[in-house]
């Protein structure tokens, strides 16, 4: 079914930029999104430390349990499940789903839903995954090609922009997220000097990362304490 804007997200027109970006005018206007995972992996612990001081600005930790207070556990499992589907349908990279979740559960923890489940999440869902694809991926579906793989719900694609640019203000226009891809080279040479087994093991630890944010009851991947040891040796 094909689910009209309505006033229930009376704020998502909430600057006038989305005017411009809703209605098609101003073709000048473009909003650059910047990424920390376009340069080269990190394998030095100059880099490294960097990264690991930057993760340490309180502004960029959540608390999952938080986010687990403000929506059902299951329910955010289903949308979590939902993205993976879409990421994998597309074949995009594994960062692209869990920037996704990222941005998800920090809208859930400063922004209210009218409904904690039901169409609200699925919407913050597509728009969550377009974002993230635009940061991450050089081609990107339209917006309603991302609605597959189980979708209870069709937006049509002004709701869906509204809907990205509410995402954008909540979350201060912050995309950028220290994630534990940026450690998984660096980890890899620790593991494997020779680099002979180096995508085998960046490979599998991509794989359980996406496990572990699959969980109703997930917690933050600690690569913070395990690049620290490395580096204190």
């Not at 169409?119 to 597959?148: G, N, R, T, Y």
């Not at 944010?213 to 991947?221: C, E, H, V, Y």
Request: net charge negative.
């Amino acid at each position: 079914m094909s689910f009209p804007f309505s006033d229930c997200f009376s704020d998502l027109l909430c600057s006038e930029a989305s005017s411009i970006i809703i209605s098609g005018a101003g073709e000048d206007y473009s909003p650059e999104y910047t990424s920390d995972f376009e340069s080269p992996p990190l394998d030095t612990e100059e880099s490294i430390a960097g990264l690991l001081e930057d993760e340490r600005d309180p502004a960029r930790l959540f608390s999952f349990r938080s986010v687990h207070q403000s929506v059902d556990a299951s329910v955010r499992a289903e949308c979590v499940a939902w993205i993976i589907k879409v990421q994998q349908h597309y074949g995009f990279q594994q960062l692209t789903a869990y920037l996704s979740v990222n941005y998800f559960d920090r809208f859930l923890l400063s922004h209210h839903l009218p409904k904690r489940n039901g169409w609200p999440l699925q919407l913050l869902s597509v728009a969550c995954l377009a974002l993230a694809a635009k940061m991450e991926e050089p081609l990107v579906p339209s917006l309603l090609d991302f609605q597959i793989e189980g979708a209870r719900f069709i937006f049509e694609p002004r709701t869906i922009q509204r809907m990205e640019l509410l995402v954008l203000r909540v979350l201060d226009w912050r995309l950028r997220s220290i994630s534990p891809f940026c450690y998984l080279r660096f980890l890899a040479l620790k593991i494997d000097p020779t680099g002979t087994y180096t995508e085998f093991l960046t490979t599998k630890a991509k794989e359980i990362i996406l496990k572990t944010i699959k969980g109703t009851s997930p917690k933050k991947i600690n690569i913070y304490s395990i690049t620290h040891l490395y580096i204190k040796k």
